[in-house]
């Protein structure tokens, strides 16, 4: 496609229920990453793969968030368990080279 | 952990005025992005800065990358409306292909 996209744009959960973020990153980008922001602030990494191998998840707050992008193109976030803390926006962003990154509109997640 | 700081935080300008923004870490960084980011979009990559020292302009916009590469400074000449948003700086940790470090933020408002 012509940018990244992520769906759905908008999610709504009540607390304790999962949640899959999805992204699909620039057709024939290698690297893809997740990051989450806060309004106002810059994004804060939480971890990337190159091609379908996920080369780093230091960021990932805890052990209720895991990534996966099985075929080196689309990649889905999923929160299980979500709380209320996770409420926030969520950005991926893809590629070419590892260096420059091209973000989607991403995800606001809000958990009620 | 890197930590970018950025200065101001907040600015509020008029039509014409030329300001600078300031991207400051005691972290060395093989390369650093600036980014623009407009209310309910996600970050649009502005140029990468790569070598000490690198000057790149960018019509009424000059960035420049620190000699020891642990410094950056975006310059806005004769500023106008659609200028407005927040700046964030990135920088990529030496010795790593990915993962972004973003900088705290600079809201800049140009008013006419």
Known sequence: GAGVSQSPRYKVTKRGQDVALRCDPISGHVSLYWYRQALGQGPEFLTYFNYEAQQDKSGLPNDRFSAERPEGSISTLTIQRTEQRDSAMYRCASSPTGVDAFFGQGTRLTVV | TQLLEQSPQFLSIQEGENLTVYCNSSSVFSSLQWYRQEPGEGPVLLVTVVTGGEVKKLKRLTFQFGDARKDSSLHIT?????????????????????????GTGTRLQVTL
Do not use: V
């Open chain 2, 78 to 102: 004769a500023a106008q409306p659609g200028d407005t948003g927040l700046y964030l700086c990135a920088g990529a940790p030496t010795g790593t292909a990915s993962k972004l470090t973003f």
